[in-house]
């Protein structure tokens, strides 16, 4: 027999109160803004300055537009892209091919694409301009990979990829009015720009993200080209290089299009505030406040990373930043108290993902829904709200009756940090997130309410050490923002965007090609032919269809082809015959895809969330996965119930009774699902009832007399029998 864990409740207090602590401090080392796996770390100092200074600027740039207003758009959006890819090539190296069929497959892709450029230069279809720069921009990104030579620890073929990224954005920053009043025209010197463009934005998205995004939008720049010779509905007319790279990178309709522009204004600031907030101990409170409201409950340690994940995710709106970070000391602590490896890595990486659909600031892609749907961002901040208390409160269910399985308790409460005292002394940290609801609620601007937030993030910081100083207690406050540390939390901003610009940049010049080719009415159409026009078998299709997209690609860049794709599709069922659909059916459909993208990360077997937690577990990443999916359960449910459902997105007028109601019958839903996955209430749950709690859960999930009544007599039938067999074991231990 294996020997049973200690339950944390009997652990020593002051070991526990240790542990605790040693845990916040652990976070403050390996907050979200240093938690970029894969950067390079060993440079001189000269390049640590030169990434520093270059970082400061692009926070600078965002924060002055901001505040005085944006640039003309190609203007705001290729300096963003261009410091974005100059600090790319500095800080992601390129990844060595140490093994022999590495090497053999990078040297055959380069010989291959320098091939096809030589085959259309021949057969008259590319032109010098268009091959000189491609040869370049291949040659360098090949010396990065197999060529030594070295200044002060960076390549030199970084350096020069670095410096072609600031080229290439800043061409078009300073000849944007030429660029624009010669749209239609064929010019040697742009084209070869665009060119360069193209290969370093998907280049520095194979650096900073993976391959997956790369791919993808290789095959969209080849479909562009080859359209005449597909088959069937992919058959289109076919464009010339010279017409793929104007529009992929000169006009706004590719890499400078929707994705890129709101990177380059509200992502932008969302993450600097994030990173002051940060910089005030925002995450060090969050996770005590955890700590001290959920540690001492059954299954406390697992309970405070899902707690912690949350508040960090409306932060953040990062998986992977918010597992590297939180799960530091979160997965050690969990796997102490008694969980598998696979179990500590899936609650920490369900609860990361989950961060990305909770308000306020929730993931890049919520941002890029406001130029989808054309709502605004209030709107869709408020339609999240519901969904994201469902999804975590499911979870919750999940892990109590998981831990209660397991007879894993809570740790004591002396050892664990007083609620009522943190709010008492460090309550005024939320203040700046209150604000940030008031204003945006008060109609204010995504971008104004972010300014605003950083105003009051910083200026709450000052006032409170004002007060600490006139106490005479300045020395003893922690997080002090000072001059230093603000421009620290700016550079930080600049660092934790750099995976959303690549993605972005990447993700715009595949929606540019599915417009430029009309794929997107195509399939949207096909789709829904296929399905019949019934709805349930469109929401399937396209579910799968965004996991499978989700596996390799980042959320944003899943949401936006998605969206362009398969939301068309959802949108034209539920609106029937009307001519335009309504708010709240623009809305399900896009959250819809946003929700399935962001289950991506814990879907296996490419869950990039768990395979991150795993890194820190010692577990098995796909097991990970698979744990993570039973925690996260209700993140694959909810996106149906907000179609099936709309009165939970918030929109028009409202129906108490009703909302209400459709909230309490998703909870038994979604708690009835958690209890079939789990198999265990106060005893074990056998096989047939847990297929009647997850057929009840799902029947709870269409607002329906019929499907509810089926389903409260699932919840009735599960619960009454383990209420009963409950009272029966408590009888038959007294009559003992």
């Not at 020395?475 to 959303?500: H, N, W």
Request: hydrophobic share 55%; aromatic share 10%.
């Amino acid at each position: 027999m294996t020997a049973q864990p200690v339950p944390p409740a009997q652990q020593d207090v002051e070991e526990v109160k240790r542990e605790v602590a040693e845990g916040v401090a652990k976070l403050e080392a390996t907050g979200f803004a240093h938690a970029t796996p894969g950067v390079r770390r060993e440079m001189a100092r000269f390049w640590r300055a030169a990434i520093y200074v270059i970082a400061l600027t692009l926070s600078t740039f965002h924060l002055y537009t901001g505040i005085f207003g944006t640039l003309p758009s190609h203007q705001q959006r290729t300096f963003h892209l261009a410091f974005g890819l100059g600090l790319i090539f500095l800080l992601y190296p390129a990844k060595p091919q140490h093994r022999r069929r590495e090497q053999i497959r990078g040297w055959v892709a380069s010989a291959s694409a320098l091939a096809v450029l030589g085959w259309l230069v021949v057969m008259g279809e590319a032109h010098v301009y268009v091959a000189g720069p491609a040869f370049v921009v291949l040659a360098a990104v090949q010396a990065a990979r197999y060529l030594p030579l070295r200044v002060g620890g960076m390549p030199i073929a970084d350096v020069l990829l670095s410096g072609l990224g600031f080229f290439a954005g800043l061409y078009i920053f300073v000849n944007s009015e030429e660029i624009i009043a010669s749209a239609g025209e064929i010019v040697a010197s742009n084209t070869a720009v665009g060119v360069i463009g193209i290969l370093l934005v998907l280049v520095a998205a194979q650096r900073a993200i993976g391959t997956a995004l790369v791919v993808v939008a290789t095959v969209m720049l080849a479909y562009a080209y080859v359209g005449p010779w597909m088959p069937g509905f992919l058959n289109h007319q076919g464009y010339s290089l010279d017409r793929i790279v104007s529009t992929s990178f000169l006009t706004t309709e590719g890499v400078l299009g929707t994705p890129i522009a709101i990177s380059s204004t509200f992502i932008f600031l969302f993450m600097i505030f994030a990173a002051m907030l940060q910089r005030t101990g925002m995450e060090k409170f969050f996770t005590e406040f955890a700590f001290g409201a959920t540690g001492w409950m059954t299954g406390g340690t697992a309970k405070v990373g899902v707690v912690t994940s949350a508040f960090s995710g409306t932060i953040t709106g990062s998986s992977i930043a918010n597992v590297v970070s939180n799960g530091a000391f979160t997965i050690p602590m969990m796997k102490k108290a008694g969980y598998s490896k696979e179990f500590a890595g899936a609650v920490e990486a369900a609860s990361s993902t989950g961060g990305q659909i909770a308000p306020p600031v929730m993931g890049a892609a919520a941002f890029i829904m406001i130029d989808m749907t054309g709502v605004p961002y209030l709107e869709i901040m408020k339609a999240a709200i519901i969904p994201a208390a469902l999804f975590f409160a499911a979870q919750f269910v999940v892990v109590h009756y998981e831990s209660k399985k397991l007879g894993i308790l809570g740790l004591p409460r002396a050892a664990l940090p007083s609620v009522v005292n943190l709010l008492r002394t460090r309550g005024y940290l939320v203040f700046p997130i209150i604000v940030l609801f008031v204003f945006l609620s008060m109609g204010y601007s995504p971008i104004r309410a972010a300014i605003i937030g950083i105003g009051f993030s910083v200026g709450v910081n000052l006032l409170a050490q004002v007060v600490y100083a006139v106490l005479g207690r300045w020395r003893q406050m922690q997080d002090k923002i000072t001059p230093r540390t603000f421009l620290d939390g700016m550079v930080d901003a600049a660092r934790i965007a750099l995976p959303i610009i690549a993605a972005c940049a990447a993700a715009g010049m595949v929606a540019g090609v599915i417009t430029l080719t009309g794929l997107g009415l195509k399939l949207s159409g096909g789709l829904v032919a296929l399905a019949g026009g019934y709805l349930i078998p469109t929401l399937v299709m396209v579910m799968i269809a965004c996991l499978i997209l989700g596996m390799g690609l980042p959320t944003t860049a899943n949401y936006v082809i998605t969206a362009t794709l398969a939301a068309p599709a959802i949108i034209a069922i539920l609106k029937g015959g009307a001519e335009d659909p309504t708010v709240a059916m623009l809305l399900a459909a896009h959250m819809f895809v946003f929700y399935f993208g962001v289950m991506a990360d814990i879907t296996p077997p490419v869950c990039l969330a768990g395979f991150a937690a795993a890194g820190i577990s010692g577990g098995s990443p796909v097991r990970t996965g698979v744990q993570s999916v039973r925690i996260a359960i209700s993140g694959f449910l909810v996106p149906y119930i907000l179609v099936l459902s709309p009165e939970l997105l918030l929109q028009g007028d409202i129906i108490w009774p009703l909302l209400i109601w459709t909230i309490i019958t998703a909870m038994i839903g979604a708690t009835l699902v958690g209890v079939g996955v789990v198999g265990y209430v106060k005893t074990a749950v056998f096989w047939p009832l847990r297929l009647v709690a997850i057929a009840g859960g799902l029947a709870l999930i269409h607002s329906g007399l019929v499907s509810d009544v089926i389903g409260l007599a699932a919840f009735a039938l599960v619960f009454g029998l383990q209420w009963f067999s409950g009272r029966k074991t408590k009888v038959a231990e007294v009559t003992s």
